[in-house]
């Protein structure tokens, strides 16, 4: 094996490289030298390691930067205090920890091949990513519900959907996730360091009992696909209704009234955020499917980091159809956030459009 391992090195670093390593022990490098049962270190030329880290680091930063721009703009503005922008605000939340927390970390992972963070970060960190990813996919779940009753609901919303009960629901999902990802981790001896099974010291597997990966599978990606598709199969389906009545009024020269303009504005809304619900399944569906069925490490790392480059698409979404967006982002940028009153601006009128 270790020949072997020796020889996809030499194919790996190049022919240039090959003068530098004369025997096997110098071609192999180890994540920990000093214990006999770690794990091999996986080679790339200094202009490869220096192109990924670079590339990760941008993107890591991208990802932290367009999100942090969500949670200030929605934060500081009054008139975004919505039950919808809090339902955003938090998904922008758990974008952002995938950029500061997951993305760095799995990047040393992927680049290494190494985990140097101890046995108890290990558990740690699994529980984080199943919160930030399951806390995210209850967001857009939300999203829908908030949507369906807006839309199909009008006359409703404003009672059954307020700031309040939609921050007890967020904060809920957070903490049952929480609890549910702690307890799968916990059932599957995570940590209880004694009955750990690694090939090698120096690396953090994901493993569980089938039992719960269904119960993952189910309750985590397919009970909240289906409830998702299904709300917004029926809101654009009422959408569609709305605008044919709606242009039908206009192109008969007939007043549109001001709740017609409303459900409009509610139709665009439900529009733009059923886009970040697509671009979202659309990043995870081949990740689902690919790890059940397919054994390539390969093609497993780069639709892993197509899930996580998704934290960074839904700020675009938000910049390309939220003119309250670049409108915030601007008053960011150029510090007019720090006036006295400045919460207080009406982002929506016209002569700041």
Known sequence: MKGQKGEQNKLLTGGDSLMAYKTEDQETQYCFPDINSSCVKEQHSNYGYNIMYVFFSLLSAWTVFLNLLVIISISHFKKLHTPTNMIILSLAVTDMFVGLIVMPVKAIKLIERCWYFGETFCGLFLIVIGVIFSASLSNLVLIAVDRYVAVCHPLLYPQKITITKMLMSICLSWLYYSAYNTALLIDNGYFDISNRTEVCYGECPVMMRFSWITTDLFMCFIFPCVIMITLYLRIFYVVHQQVKV??????????????SVKRKSESKAALTLGIIVSVYLLCYIPYYICSLTVN??????????????????????????????????????????????????????????
């Open 246 to 259: 709606i242009n039908s009024l206009m192109k008969g020269g007939k007043c549109v009234t001001e709740g």
């Open 296 to 353: 390539s490490s390969t093609a497993i790392n780069v639709l892993t980091w197509t899930v996580y480059a998704n934290s960074g698409l839904n700020p675009l979404v938000y910049a390309l159809f939220y003119p309250w967006f670049k409108k915030t982002v601007k008053h960011i940028l150029t510090l007019k956030i720090l006036q006295s009153a400045s919460s207080l601006i009406n982002i929506f009128t016209e002569n700041e459009l």
